[in-house]
């Protein structure tokens, strides 16, 4: 089934839907994110996504055991999770003015709630889909909120098991939704290419017989562009004006040039799988004087014998196929021919 999100149309016959996580790399300022807005379209994204949550529907206020993160190789070590989440956060109060930001732009904008109420409030942003992050993936009355609103899913996969997935596959598609797309997700930040495991697309496609695509926390674009050969139709990637600016998620974030240049190959790659094809194409019509065929290399009279002296299997290619060469061998010329002349019946 084709799904439309907004004015644009995923599947394997159409450009991937390439979406601009936002995050919380605006720091705050919703100039910033304004600013985001604008670059992202102008850097190719069909889309640019928010988060829609608040420290306190996150999480409780506490700094103490697992409310902290204690992880030398995390980029948020030593954060206390309500302060992360105060400040990665996007203010609610923004979300009408960035929506009106990226309409004008020609992007599409859409939001991963992460509690009812976000979802009720983004109901009232009319907004034409829901991303449900991994750490959600396990929220099934979240999903099936989501799923009630008949609105188009995308639910990245990442940590869940098989079963897992097939509980939030389940819980949408029994709750309303019709139009789901999964993407394949490392949850860690940045994750690296040996644990990104791409080859799980296809068979996350045939799996759940749906829309399959990658959230992308690798750096650089090579993880993205391999997708779209293994049927990836989304690619998300986080997006930042600048990583020297710093930002809760810049550290693996884009900039605007490189996101670019991902729109720009992630196209070229899909345009590039083209269909099961053999023989020559239109443009390879005049490159066909360059094969091998056969041709006359020394003068020959009417009666003489073909031999491999006076013909061989030389450029260009307008002459007799090189397969009849063994065929000539030992006949004799019905006319006579000059030098340089290709051979033919």
């Known amino acids: 089934m084709k799904i439309k999100i907004g004015n644009k149309s995923i599947g394997i016959d159409y450009k991937p839907f390439i979406i601009a996580e936002m995050s919380g790399n605006h720091n705050q300022s919703i100039s910033k994110a304004l600013d985001i807005v604008d670059a992202a379209a102008e850097s190719g994204a069909d889309a640019i996504k928010l988060q829609t949550y608040t420290a306190e529907t996150m999480t409780l206020n506490l700094k103490k055991g697992a409310f902290s993160i204690k992880d030398k190789k995390s980029l948020w070590n030593g954060e206390n999770l309500y302060d992360l989440y105060q400040k990665a956060h996007t203010p609610w109060e923004w979300h009408s003015e960035i929506f009106e930001r990226a309409n004008k732009k020609g992007i599409i904008c859409f939001s991963s709630p992460f509690d009812f109420t976000a979802v009720d409030f983004l109901e009232n942003l009319n907004v034409p889909a829901y991303k449900i992050a991994s750490f959600e993936n396990n929220h099934l009355p979240l999903i099936k909120k989501v799923a009630s609103t008949g609105k188009p899913i995308i639910i990245s996969t990442g940590m869940a098991k098989i079963g897992e997935m097939e509980q939030a596959v389940e819980a949408a598609k029994s709750s309303g939704c019709e139009k789901l797309i999964l993407l394949k997700c490392t949850s860690t930040y940045p994750a690296s290419a040996v644990n990104t495991n791409l ?35 989304v690619i998300e990637k986080h997006f930042t004006l600048s990583r020297s600016e710093g930002g809760v998620d810049s550290d693996f974030s884009l900039e ?36 091998r065929s056969i041709y006359v290399v020394e003068d020959i009279k009417k009666g003489d014998y073909f031999n491999e002296n006076n013909i061989r299997i030389i450029r260009p290619g307008d002459g007799a196929p090189p397969y009849l060469y063994e065929k000539f061998l030992g006949k004799k010329a019905l006319k006579s021919y000059t030098r340089g002349t290709p051979l033919d019946f």
């Open 199 to 233: 080859r799980t697309i296809p068979h996350l496609r045939n799996l759940f017989n749906c829309e399959v695509g990658l959230s992308d926390h690798t750096l650089g674009i090579g993880a993205a562009v391999c997708s779209v050969a293994l049927g990836a139709t």
């Open 256 to 291: 605007p040039s490189e996101f670019k240049l991902l729109t720009e190959e992630v196209s070229r790659a899909w345009e590039a799988l083209g269909s099961i094809y053999y023989g020559h194409t239109k443009s390879e019509q005049k490159s066909l004087l360059f094969r």
